[in-house]
């Protein structure tokens, strides 16, 4: 069984009122519910400030990236270790807006999931197909590239802790949602994928999120597929009320 979870991905945005206020609505409104995993992820600088807001309910904080060494020379990066230090559980790696807008590879995308987990940090590992990609048939080729570049050699111990988060880039912050069977098809395909590279004990637990549009009035019909356990959530997690709204169409 598969906890259903639910993130919120703040990107860019809230300064330190905003977050704090945010944090604190999602609290209220699903602080204390046990029927699903709810994760926040504010933009680095708050991310202390959130941890102190949902401190003692079930609601847990990620950050939006990391770097892959544990320490050293790299000015403006930050560490897994540090995250966990301030009371971090999740990270995002490989968000489309990096592979794509900053140049991220799927070799990265490993060497940052590789060290998430040796941190104790759970992964939430982006992946998903360009609209030219998909128009041209290569929506399966783009995911078995992405799902096999970051799991491959991963330490089979804590590979049941990994999420995936299935991103149709063209879904991602245009209102334009995949329709819940390309969801459904996209993360069986994904699982499949997954089976080959760990096992398919592991991949059959794995947790796999659909990404890109999910509001309050779609939520309920993409978590009704049942390889899609949960969302990453951008622009409607930046609201209390939608993004409670959205985790709460997941309970039956
Ligand atoms: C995201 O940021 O991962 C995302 C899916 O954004 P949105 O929900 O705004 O499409």
């Known amino acids: 069984m598969r906890r259903p979870l639910f993130a ?3 990107k860019m ?8 206020e945010l944090a604190a609505g999602v609290r209220k409104q699903l602080g204390e ?9 504010p933009p680095f600088v708050y991310l202390a400030d959130v941890v102190d807001v949902v401190r003692g309910s079930r609601i847990g904080v990620g950050a939006q990236n ?22 971090c559980t999740y990270v995002i790696i490989g968000h489309s807006e990096r592979r794509h807008g900053l140049g991220e590879t799927d070799q990265l995308v490993h060497k940052k999931t590789a060290a998430a987990l040796a941190a104790g940090l759970t992964p939430i590992v982006c992946v998903g197909e360009l609209l030219e990609e998909r128009e041209q048939g290569k929506t399966n080729s783009v995911l078995e590239r992405q799902v096999h570049g970051f799991l491959k050699g991963l330490p089979s111990e804590s590979l049941g802790r990994i999420v995936i988060a299935y991103e149709p880039v063209w879904a991602i912050g245009t209102g334009k949602t995949a329709t819940p069977a390309q969801a459904q098809e996209a993360h069986i395909f994904i699982r499949k994928e997954a089976a080959k590279a760990t096992t398919p004990a592991v991949a059959a637990g794995m947790r796999i999120l659909y990404g890109g549009s999910v509001k309050p009035d779609n939520a309920k019909e993409l978590k009704s597929q049942p390889d899609v ?14 993004f409670a709204a959205i985790a709460r169409a997941a309970i039956k």
């Not at 945005?13 to 704090?20: F, K, Q, S």
């Not at 770097?67 to 009371?87: R, V, Y």
């Not at 990453?232 to 939608?242: E, F, H, N, Q, Y």
């Open 33 to 41: 519910l046990d029927a699903v995993d709810v994760v926040l992820c």
């Open 66 to 87: 990391t770097h892959w060494e544990a320490q050293g020379a790299f000015t403006g990066e930050i560490a897994p270790a540090m995250l966990k230090d301030i009371g």
């Open 229 to 242: 356990d949960g969302a990453l959530v951008g622009g409607a997690s930046l609201k209390a009320d939608s």
């Open 13 to 20: 945005y809230t300064n330190t009122r905003e977050a704090g």
């Open 8 to 10: 919120g991905n703040w």
